[in-house]
């Protein structure tokens, strides 16, 4: 049925940049929020970004700056351009969205790997 699905995952040297994309399918109506959250080895999940549908966003302090999330309605994706990044990034990058107004839904997730 519906599905979000990450990609643009990878190993990248510290300094270096990432593109993380998020594509939403099935029988979708309505996108309202969409984030993404990441966890790594040991910790809970965190939330990294959050845009609404009308373009508002809100970020993690750790990421301000170097992370910018951003949405194409149209097309169903959001995607998050990581700069600058740390080996304090590494982790599971999650997509998350709110799908037809009650179904919060996740991807299974990218990994993201930046090296020292």
């Known amino acids: 049925q519906v599905q979000l699905v990450e990609s643009g995952g990878g190993l990248v040297q510290a300094g270096g940049s990432l593109r993380l994309s998020c594509a939403a399918s099935?029988?979708?109506?309505?996108?309202?929020?969409m984030a993404w959250y990441r966890q790594a080895p040991g910790n809970q999940r965190e939330l990294v970004a959050r845009?609404?549908?009308?373009?508002?966003?809100n970020y993690a302090d750790s990421v301000k700056g170097r992370f910018t999330i951003s949405r194409d309605n149209a097309k169903k994706m959001v995607y998050l351009q990581m700069n600058s990044l740390k080996p304090e990034d590494t982790a599971v990058y999650y997509c998350?969205?709110?799908?037809?107004?009650?179904?919060?839904?996740w991807g299974k997730g990218t990994l993201v790997t930046v090296s020292a």
């Open positions: 998350n969205a709110l799908i037809n107004y009650n179904l919060d839904q």
């Open positions: 099935g029988r979708i109506f309505s996108i309202n929020d």
């Open positions: 845009i609404t549908n009308g373009g508002n966003t």
